[in-house]
């Protein structure tokens, strides 16, 4: 059963701590450390120190946000990655973030994402291809770029999405997807029939596809400490807009409007109130061990290839999280 944790990139921990956490989860057999990427650390330098520091697990991003860096920006990290991790880069991820966090921090308008996403991807491989590279497009029009690398390589570039029509792109053009943190089976299902059909109608159904998905992830020996603290994080995730497709496959359509006006008076001790425990627990793994377990291996049945660990620390102060996520390391060792 194959793992990534994930290191948000709005993650307040010391990177002492992220590395120690990197190592444990080496050493617990999982298969990815998957860095995302949004306002504070940068993914792939918070990489780069971690395989300096790690031997085997391979590396991914969930994800690197296109209004953010130019294609020649991500490729060439990504370039560099590889080489300083001898070889360990897994896969790319691609998203285009959260409109609200995107416009507001960057001062970059996101528009026409579906056509940039798409020479996005067309570029990143050509300056992976190992030769020069040329590229005429609406976006990005340039002449002989020089090569990146000695030879081809050939990384899988995944679309981080929760909408239909990035998933249609995705199963066009993409070598995957990389799924938002709250997710149900009926969602699941949804996402696996549109993109069925986009890559059926692309003569694509024979390649291989990673279906990833980050997960909130929160465990305790004690059920309600661990729904607690993933209720947390349930509340960030209700209350962006993007996250709409994936709330639309569940019961919880009017209490997220609901807790997004009470958010916006200031409210958030009552936004929590109104996310029940059943809520929490539909959408993130929570609860002992054991019932995490069962969670997990669930998910496979629902599709989901690749779960990324998305440890719940925000009720805990900043000392106590690198425990926090040992303990759910631990709890998922060689499952």
């Known amino acids: 059963m ?3 944790l ?3 990139s709005v993650l307040k921990m010391p990177i002492k701590d992220i ?4 190592i444990a989860s080496e050493k617990a057999g999982f298969e990815y450390i998957s860095a995302a990427e949004s306002f504070y650390r940068d993914a792939f330098v918070l990489s780069s120190a971690i395989a300096s520091k790690t031997n085997r697990i391979k590396f991914g991003s969930s994800i690197i946000p296109i209004h953010t860096r130019t294609p020649f920006q991500i490729a060439m990290a990504s370039t560099t990655l590889n080489e300083i991790s001898n070889g360990r880069l897994g896969y790319i991820g691609l998203g285009i973030g959260y409109r609200s966090r995107i416009e507001k921090y960057f001062g970059v308008k996101i528009e026409k994402s579906s056509s940039k996403m798409k020479e996005y991807v067309e570029i990143i491989r050509g300056l992976l291809s190992g030769t020069d590279f040329s590229y005429h497009g609406k976006f990005f ?5 020089p090569k990146l690398v000695s030879r081809p390589l ?5 679309f981080g999405s929760s909408g239909d029509k990035m998933i249609r792109l995705a199963g066009r053009v993409g070598d995957g997807l990389v799924l938002n943190s709250i997710g149900t089976r009926e969602y699941y299902k949804h996402v696996l029939s549109v993109l069925h059909d986009a890559r059926r109608d692309a003569s694509r159904k024979s390649t291989k596809y990673e279906i990833a998905s980050s997960v909130i ?5 004690k059920h309600e400490e661990a729904v607690n603290a993933a209720r947390h994080d349930v509340l960030f995730y209700v209350l962006y807009p993007e996250l709409d497709p994936v709330i639309a496959k569940t019961p919880y359509v009017e209490t997220v409007k609901e ?3 009470t958010y916006a008076q200031g409210k958030t001790n009552e936004s929590l109130l109104l996310i029940s425990d059943k809520m929490v627990e539909d959408l993130s793994v929570c609860g002992t061990a054991k019932e995490c377990r069962k969670k997990m291996r669930k998910l496979f049945d629902f599709g989901i ?3 990324i660990i998305r440890v719940s620390v925000q009720p805990f102060k900043e000392n106590r999280r690198k425990q926090v996520f040992l303990e759910a390391i631990n709890s998922l060792k060689r499952i």
Request: proline share 6%; aromatic share 16%; hydrophobic share 40%.
């Open 154 to 158: 050939k990384i899988p570039i995944l």
């Open 6 to 8: 994930t290191f948000y």
């Open 2 to 4: 194959k793992l990534a």
């Open 19 to 22: 590395i120690t956490c990197s």
């Open 217 to 221: 992830f929160s465990v305790s020996d």
């Open 259 to 261: 807790i997004r006006k």
């Open 141 to 145: 029009d340039f002449t002989g770029f």
């Open 305 to 307: 290839t690749l779960p």
